[in-house]
């Protein structure tokens, strides 16, 4: 995934496209939100967290991740992100991980400074995280 998303990020430079408007063009901007919560489902917190985070974090984005208490956070793939962060010099703030329940997930719906928010899980839990976000004007990635 991390393979995948530094892939992508070459695309990020933005585009050139011609208008309908003589001698007028348009330029296409990728610009970063800033900070990205993951809300990782129990059953596959490390498949989406590395979905979800590669991109973000390609895109200059930071990353807030809650996952489920049954999930270590000590655990392997924690390890490896430590790793990466300091094997490229990035500072620890970049990604943050939080292991919890509901309260977490609530949390992160209802920050305002987390304009995009990704949730994995249940379809109950996923239209009451999306009409937290949307209650504040912000984005939903939801699965």
């Known amino acids: 995934m991390c393979d995948f998303a530094v892939g992508l990020s ?48 390609v895109c200059g ?3 807030e991740r809650c996952s489920n208490y049954t999930f270590d956070n000590n655990s392997y793939d924690q390890i490896n992100w430590r790793s990466a962060r300091k094997k490229n010099s990035l500072p620890a703030a ?17 920050d305002t400074r987390i304009p995009l928010v990704s949730f ?9 995280v999306q009409q937290t976000v949307s209650q504040r004007f912000g984005k939903c990635l939801l699965e």
């Open 94 to 110: 970049i990604f943050t991980s939080f292991c919890g329940g509901a309260e977490i997930g609530q949390a992160i719906a209802k």
């Open 120 to 128: 994995t899980g249940s379809s109950k839990v996923g239209l009451m």
């Open 61 to 63: 984005n930071c990353v």
């Open 10 to 57: 070459r695309q990020l430079n933005g585009s050139v496209i011609p208008s309908e408007r003589p001698n007028h063009m348009m330029l296409e901007m990728w610009n970063p939100l800033g900070v990205v919560g993951v809300i990782t489902a129990f059953n596959f917190p490390c498949a989406v967290l590395g979905w979800n985070a590669c991109i973000a974090l």
